[in-house]
Structures are given as structure tokens and as C-alpha cells.
């Protein structure tokens, strides 16, 4: 598993004219090929009428599965465009459907290509980048008398808290990351005098968006 990487939040759409043609950006997280060759023919379905329905892929933490299609625009005008944002993005697990409706101006190959690569750059902006940072849950439980030192230190730390279960003990989950881990545990094992039970639970992956450049 990758220790971080972006992607875009779970769905989007954004529409811009150019030479009044209308280009709609359809952005999509996709995890697997299949969900991003259903997401592509729900598109097409729901825009059957368009001039074209282009669109690209990257799935995999290396890339692995990505592809390109121009659905009836010139070679490499359409589908690549796309996915080349994708890629100057850095962004995985992504699928951009972009649905044309000519306006009846030709645009050109250099034309296409910009605003194909134009209508994906502002859709994915309008649909929001997303960091996923692969996190490891942490579970400190204390007696009451230790939660608001506990939860006052949290706030001001490094460390971003999950949940608080308020049981016959208090149960504060934490997110750390996977090389602080062992920092965390001594830290709070020093702010409790060694009177926290403290236990490391799941990985998994906290998002966070990334915000507008």
C-alpha cells in the first residue's frame, strides 16, 4: 500500500464552452477497471446524443491499468489530453469521461487537444483533489480523570483524533502515522505515567482535501 497519494473526491461534473461547443467533464474515483468502464457507459448512456464522449483512466498504485479513448475525435486530440492531466496531476484511481456537443466551429488537432486537456483540468478542480495518506489507528484507554489533559495535548499535537468512546474507561482513537506510531505510544505513555492500556489497531487511509493552488 502506498504511504500517500492523490485522487479526486468521489464524483464531479463541470461544463465550459469553447467556440460554442460544449464540453462536460464527468469526473469519477474509479479503484478497479470495471468501475471505470461502468462509469464511462453511464455516461455515454445518459449523453447518447453527443457528438463524442472521450475519456481516460489511470488505476492502480503504479499506474498499472490506464487508457485512453477518442471516441471518434482525431487520434491523440481527445482521450490522451486527458490523460496526460491526469498524470500532470498526479492523480490514481481517476476516470474522466469529457461529453462534446459540436457547435458547429472545427476547432483543429491543437484546439482539441486544448480543450479537451482544458475541460478535464477544470473539472477535476471543480470535483476537488484529495490526499489519502495511509494512517494506523491507535487506541489509548484511560480513566476519566485523564481525558481533558488527554484531549487538550491531541488537539495541539500532530496527531488527529478518530473518535472518543465514553465507556467504564474512556477509549480515545487516534490516527498516526505508520513511522510516528512508536513516538506516539512513548509520548503518551509518558503524559499518563505509564497508566494508559494502549493498543494499535487497522491501517487505513485518512483524506484530506487538498486545497486550490
Known amino acids: 500500500m502506498l504511504p500517500y497519494y492523490l485522487t479526486v473526491q ?34 455515454k448512456k445518459k449523453h447518447k446524443d453527443a457528438t463524442h464522449n472521450c475519456s481516460a483512466y489511470l488505476i492502480g498504485e503504479r499506474d498499472e491499468i490506464q487508457k485512453a479513448l477518442d471516441d471518434g475525435e482525431p487520434s491523440g486530440t481527445a482521450g490522451v489530453p486527458i490523460l496526460e492531466v491526469l498524470k500532470k496531476k498526479n492523480l490514481k484511481d481517476t476516470t474522466v469521461v469529457v461529453t462534446r456537443y459540436f457547435g458547429g466551429i472545427k476547432l483543429g488537432a491543437g484546439g482539441l487537444i486544448r480543450a479537451y486537456s482544458k475541460s478535464t483540468s477544470e473539472g477535476i478542480e471543480a470535483t476537488g483533489i484529495v490526499e489519502r495518506k495511509l494512517m494506523r489507528v491507535i487506541s489509548t484507554k484511560v480513566d476519566y480523570t485523564w481525558l481533558g489533559k488527554l484531549e487538550n495535548e491531541l488537539r495541539a499535537s500532530i496527531y488527529t483524533i478518530k473518535e472518543i468512546e465514553y465507556l467504564d474507561q474512556v477509549i480515545i482513537h487516534i490516527f498516526a502515522e505508520e513511522e510516528k506510531k512508536q513516538d506516539y505510544i512513548d509520548w503518551m505513555t509518558e503524559l499518563t505515567n505509564g497508566q494508559a492500556i494502549i493498543q494499535e489497531g487497522d491501517i487505513l487511509y485518512l483524506e484530506q482535501k487538498i486545497s486550490k493552488s
Not at 464531479?12 to 464511462?40: L, N, P, W, Y
Open 10 to 43: 468521489h464524483r464531479g461534473e463541470h461544463e465550459i464552452v469553447i467556440e460554442k461547443s460544449r464540453f462536460i467533464a464527468h469526473v469519477a474515483r474509479t479503484e478497479t477497471e470495471e468501475e471505470a468502464q461502468t462509469f464511462i457507459a453511464e455516461i
